[in-house]
């Protein structure tokens, strides 16, 4: 254990270095309030509404394709490495499998999901 | 003539995973017709029927499997090719069967005209037969999850209905955080004996050195804590009462029945395959768990004056009595269940399927007093209750006290008596929720309905099938269990990791 000494004499530190910074600012700087330091940005357009404004329920559905996508990806680019020793049998595996996904998304062309309006 | 069929070859995989593959083309092809068709009322009802179809064709090649006496040549790596998962499937195919029945009237009159329905029901069923059917930890997951994510959307289906959104999102939430602690366990399994397979587990934990391993004991503790929600074990029952409730009623009896069901089915084979020479990891746990299962949940299935909840707090109960057969962890203990997950899923269904007859819109509202003096209009149908609720009481005479017996003899198997004699405390105490539904029906004045129920019952067509089945296999197998039975000491045959472990690694 003794190795570790030093190590916890650095944490020690820097627990101490930050609160002695934090508290040296709080102690020694002065306060003025203005209206563009309340803004949440100093630069930039000046802010249009409140925050907590509705989505559209669309969004989360495109995300949600989006979603079934991206993880086709994950699973054929080892596929793709590992092409040629998996050979005939990886190339069909990988057919079946984009198969259903399509099913999936013939599903959801029919349904109207990709539909906007 | 018995089958060996090849696992190491692409096509011998194809040819075990026959009835999954049957299922899952013929859900696609479902999911395609429902897409096209969605405009037209009457799809749901077409489309039901075939569900029908394939699931019958499933159940024919399980059935099939089992009489040719189909077995691997070799170790089964991923997917199980004994008689535990042909009965299992075949008792997750008839949950599904009759839950189809159910509803091709049922989507109409509650005006759930979505044909997506059975190819989600579909999808759910392919998870319960790789559940019941994995002979790997990953396979077994993966079903695990298709079931789920399957069963979530039908909670909720019913998509203008506050109580089935909320009953979809609470079983979603809760649902998808009980699969993180299942998934963690097997991934600390996976690091106590660096492997996934249950039969090689069985292998490295007889080489010795394992058994106290934390490890070891970290990971079968959160697979138990998973399996305990999905299969509505106290204290990780909170989302049943709820979910029950909110679902359209014959999702309720099929969760209740099969999805219960499999989750055992792969509970089973894990402490049965990989773990039960090493008994000493989880049987503690597990006997605890069905001690307050059946205590809590009967307890508070007394309270309730909605037959609803009242059916969904029974079956946290139920769950209590097959995790007595779990806690045994013989094949003795397998077939026990075997028999009970039939016979439940028959008296569950049935009694569902009364209740959707009973009541309007989601049936939560339906009390116990409102069946009062049922006998005297409707004698058939106060009789079908009568002989769901005997049933699952466990009164001799019907097919639910064959089951109990079966359990208790393998508690008691494995010495198991203090277990044995709280699960008939369990059942005296249940006495105390079923018997006022007989006793409403039978020694009570008609009440005048109330205005928002149904003006008369409304048991007709492929419902009024299912329940008279249900009735007559009840009456047949309490009188009569001995071929069932047979078939359930074969179906637990094969489960004990087979004889490799006398020799060398695999």
Same mark, same amino acid.
């Not at chain 2, 189809?100 to 037969?129: D, K, N, T």
């Not at chain 2, 009569?480 to 489960?495: E, M, Q």
């Given at each position: ?6 190590? #916890?004499?650095? &944490?020690? !530190? %820097? @627990? +101490? ?13 002065? *306060? ?28 989360? #559905?495109?995300? &949600?394709? !989006? %979603? @079934? +996508? ?13 092409? *040629? ?28 999901? #990709?539909?906007?309006? | ?506």
């Amino acid at each position: 254990m003794r190795e570790y000494i030093p190590l #916890l004499m650095l &944490m020690g !530190f %820097i @627990v +101490f270095n930050a609160i002695v910074m934090v508290a040296l600012s709080q102690i020694l700087s002065t *306060r003025r309030r203005t209206a563009v330091k309340g803004a949440p940005y100093e630069s930039g357009m000046p802010a249009l509404g409140g925050t907590r404004a509705r989505f559209s329920v669309k969004f989360y #559905l495109v995300a &949600m394709l !989006f %979603i @079934v +996508f991206d993880i086709e990806m994950v699973f054929m680019i080892p596929w793709a490495v590992e092409f *040629r020793q998996l050979g005939l049998f990886g190339l069909v595996e990988m057919g079946i499998f984009i198969l259903i996904l399509g099913v999936g998304l013939v599903y959801l062309w029919k349904r109207g999901a #990709l539909e906007w309006d | 003539m018995p089958v060996a069929i090849d696992l190491s070859a692409p096509g011998g995989v194809a040819l075990a995973l026959l009835p999954e593959i049957l299922l899952t083309v013929w859900a696609c092809v479902l999911l395609l017709l429902a897409a096209w068709q969605h405009r037209d009322p009457d799809a749901h009802r077409r489309i039901g029927g075939l569900a029908l179809v394939g699931l019958v064709a499933a159940l024919v090649v399980m059935v099939w499997f089992w009489k040719s006496g189909t077995r691997p040549a070799g170790l089964p790596l991923m997917i199980a090719l004994d008689t535990f998962r042909y009965a299992g499937a075949i008792v997750f195919l008839i949950g599904a069967i009759l839950t189809v029945l159910l509803s091709l009237r049922y989507l109409g009159r509650e005006r759930i005209a979505v044909p997506e329905y059975y190819a989600l029901l579909l999808f759910a069923v392919i998870g319960m037969l790789l559940m019941g059917g994995a002979a790997d930890l990953i396979v077994l997951f993966l079903g695990l999850e298709t079931m789920s994510l399957a069963v979530y959307v039908l909670a909720g289906i019913k998509r203008r209905s506050g109580t089935s959104a909320e009953a979809a999102l609470k079983y979603f939430l809760l649902g998808a955080f009980a699969s993180g602690f299942l998934l963690y366990g097997i991934a600390l399994i996976y690091g106590a004996t660096g492997t996934t397979n249950l039969t090689v587990i069985a292998f490295q934990l007889s080489d010795g050195g394992l058994q106290d391993s934390a490890l070891l004991s970290i990971g079968v503790a959160l697979l138990l804590v998973g399996f305990g929600f999905k299969v509505a074990a106290v204290p990780f029952h909170m989302w049943v009462p709820d979910v029950y409730d909110g679902a359209p009623t014959p999702i309720s009896g099929f969760m209740a029945a099969a999805v219960k069901a499999a989750g055992f089915a792969a509970l089973i084979r894990i402490m049965v395959t990989a773990l039960g020479e090493s008994t000493a990891v989880w049987q503690g746990a597990v006997w605890w768990l069905a001690v307050i299962t059946m205590l809590i949940g009967n307890l508070i299935a007394l309270a309730q004056r909605r037959l609803k909840r009242m059916l969904a707090y029974s079956s946290i109960g139920h769950a209590g009595y097959l995790l007595v057969a779990v806690t045994s962890g013989t094949p003795a203990g397998a077939s026990a269940f075997l028999f009970y997950a039939l016979v439940y899923t028959l008296m569950t269904i049935g009694a569902f399927g009364l209740l959707a007859a009973l009541g309007r819109d989601g049936e939560s509202e339906v009390l116990i007093d409102d069946l009062s003096g049922l006998a005297a209009g409707r004698p058939w149908i106060s009789f079908a209750m009568a002989v769901f609720m005997l049933s699952l009481l466990g009164f001799p005479g019907t097919a639910g006290f064959i089951g109990k017996w079966y359990i208790l003899s393998a508690a008691i198997g494995t010495g198991q008596w203090l277990l044995a004699v709280i699960l008939v405390l369990g059942s005296v105490v249940s006495a105390g929720y079923y018997l006022p539904v007989i006793m409403n029906m039978y020694m009570r004045e008609p009440v005048e309905r109330r205005p928002d129920l149904s003006a008369s019952v409304d048991l007709v067509g492929a419902a009024r099938g299912v329940v008279a089945t249900a009735v007559v296999l009840l009456i047949l197998l309490g009188v009569w269990p001995n071929r069932v039975l047979d078939l359930a000491v074969d179906g637990s045959r094969d489960l004990r990791a087979p004889a490799l472990v006398t020799g060398t690694s695999p």
